[in-house]
Every structure is written in C-alpha cells, then in structure tokens.
C-alpha cells in the first residue's frame, strides 16, 4: 500500500492509503459502470468506495473524458452521449481467471483439422489464445492445424502471426466498442461457410436464450450459429441468469455451455434441463 497525501491546502480526507497503480483499470471499469448505472457519479463517493485519493479519481475522470467516455462536471462526471457497453480494452480484468478456466477447458473441445468460428469478447479472446498455443494444434508438414473464421478484428491481429492457424476475416464495419465487424459485409462471408464448432461469448443468457447489448453484434452472432455444426456458449458466472438487449440465439441451438467453479447450481438447472452440456471450469 502507499500513503499519499495532497498539499496542506486540501482537505485533510484527501490524505488516503492508495491502492498500487496495478488496478487501475479495475478502478476505470467501476466508474465507467457507476456511470451506466446511476447516468452520475460523485468523486468523494468513488474516493471512498475504491479506497484511493479523490484527486486519482478526478485523473482517472479526466483520462475518460479525454476518450469522450464522460463529461466532467465540478464533483464528478455525468453519462456522455456514447454507448456504455464498455469498451472491451476495459474489461479484461474482470474475471480474468475464471475466462483463463473457461478457456482452457473450452480448447479442449477442438481438433485439428476443425474448421472455428468465433464472435468477439474477453473470454473468447482468451479461447483463441488458448488454442493458439496448445501444442497438439502446431503446425505439422507446413499445414495449418485448424481454421478460425472471426469478426473479431482483435483476434485476428493476434493469430495472424501464428503459421498453424489459417484465418479467416468475415469483413464489415468495426464497432469500436468490441472490436468486431457487424453490418451486412459481414453476412457475404459466412454465408458462405460451413464451421464444425462456433464458440459465442455473449452478454447474458437465460431461460429465453443468448443475449448481447447490441443488435448488431446479436446478428452476426446469430448467422455464425446457423452455420456452425456443434455451438458452444462460454460465459463466466456473471452472465448467467441476466438477459440483455438483442437475442442471439435460442436455448435448442446451444450444444455447450462452458462456464466457471462459481456458477449457482440452480441457474445451470435450467441450462440441464434444456438439454445442453454444461462445463464447470
């Protein structure tokens, strides 16, 4: 921990222990899901709730109002006029060891020669990277090991450089927010296509299905399950039991369901009675 004090003109409750630099994103993802939630926020309640400095929270304010993320106001910051579906840089720390579980135990369900598909997210993310670097998938007589069709412009950065991995892009506009291409560009491609396992992170899932925050995430989703033989949704516990804006699929249409340790029983004996295979990592 470091104590760190402000000039003697501030007020004395500005002198705090401050969290290690370490988190910040951590602090970065509260604010920006403070500011979703409640459309304000208040630095002297977030100073108190993070356990740090109320001049770190106003610089953390001022580095996400520089990116347009909020409006700061003379206390706080209010809801800026953009999307507060989080942008993905600011969501890997999230359950970053449940997705790393998730993701291992989700690679396992690839063999070489498969043909992937794959949406966009952080635990998809850290599926592709898994499967990446598996050693029983590395390149063998200069042929690829498996296929990965994406929209995800952040994995397919990732993989490209990887010789065993042939890659496919679907094309389309970026949403900046996930880093994925949406739009009709995107259907030319897959249409196309036929894929042996598609794996989809999504926002929520429940009795009604899979769900994302955006419509137009949730159609592309939608059309890399129609074309894939085997779907296998991963989503850490958090996502269990919520429901967001836009469906991606329905219930029948998932094979899989990898989630992590922490997930309640009871939510995932709705998933089990629907038919589908649940794995706890």
Not at 19 to 43: C, F, M, Q, W
Not at 169 to 185: F, H, K
Not at 244 to 263: G, M, N, Y
């Amino acid at each position: 921990m470091i104590e760190w004090c402000q000039p003697a003109a501030t007020r004395l409750t500005d002198c705090v222990k401050e969290e290690p630099r370490v988190k910040r994103y951590e602090r970065l993802n509260t604010l920006l899901e403070s500011l979703a939630e409640k459309g304000a926020i208040d630095v002297d309640e977030l100073a108190e709730q993070l356990h740090v400095s109320a001049a770190t929270i106003r610089r953390d304010l001022d580095h996400l109002g520089k990116q347009q993320l909020l409006t700061q106001t003379r206390g706080g910051a209010v809801a800026n006029a953009v999307s507060y579906d989080l942008p993905l840089r600011y969501k890997t720390a999230r359950f970053a060891s449940e997705k790393q579980r998730i993701a291992q135990a989700a690679a396992t369900l690839v063999r070489r020669g498969m043909v992937i598909g794959m949406n966009g997210g952080t635990t998809i993310s850290e599926v592709a990277r898994t499967l990446a670097t598996r050693p029983e998938l590395s390149a063998e007589h200069g042929e690829p090991a498996f296929t990965l069709v994406t929209n995800a412009l952040n994995i397919a950065n990732e993989l490209i450089v990887r010789p065993h991995v042939k890659m496919v892009l679907t094309g389309g506009v970026a949403r900046p927010q996930s880093y994925e291409m949406i739009g009709p560009l995107s259907h030319r491609i897959l249409s196309d296509l036929s894929l042996d396992i598609a794996f989809i992170g999504v926002d929520g899932i429940d009795e009604t299905g899979a769900t994302a925050h955006h419509e137009g995430e949730a159609n592309i989703n939608q059309l890399i399950v129609s074309r894939a033989a085997k779907v296998v949704v991963v989503a850490d516990s958090s996502k269990l039991g919520q429901r967001a804006f836009a469906r991606i699929c329905e219930l029948s249409e998932i094979d899989t369901l990898v989630t992590d340790a922490q997930a309640d029983e009871s939510q995932l004996a709705v998933f089990k009675e629907a038919g589908i295979d649940v794995i706890r990592a």
